[in-house]
């Protein structure tokens, strides 16, 4: 990779991932492990208002779809899995449960734990 490209599209990326990163530190009430040298707020025990220690939302923006009905659009099948790329980027733990069916088709529900939290995460999806 040019240093130029580098400059204009690696740099920018990186700055944006960390981003989303301190986002999701933000919300858990574990610290992020990855980040604990380089935060005044590395005391254990100590949860910021309002932590959570695992988020839930959906997998994807709907059913998954019938095998023969899949849309050749790239940009449809982006859309259907934009809901996990949030998780990906910030290097946490997720995983997708299925949890019920609409119109004969599975529905899935997707948790999300702090970096290192993973035994946590696994423990919750279990029980979901």
Known sequence: MSSAASEHYFVPSQKIR?????????????????????SSETTLGRRPPNAVDVLLFPTATGAAPRLGDQEDSRVANYVNDVM???????????????????????L?????????????????????
Do not use: K
């Open 108 to 128: 899935g529900l997707q948790l999300a734990a702090q970096y290192g939290d993973d035994e946590l995460l696994l423990h919750v999806a279990r029980h979901l």
């Open 18 to 38: 960390r981003l989303i990163q301190q986002e999701f530190d933000a919300v858990f009430a574990l610290p992020n492990a990855l980040n604990m040298a380089n």
């Open 84 to 106: 996990t790329v949030p998780a990906s980027l910030a290097g946490i733990p997720a995983i997708s449960v299925p949890v019920g069916y609409t119109g004969g088709m599975p």
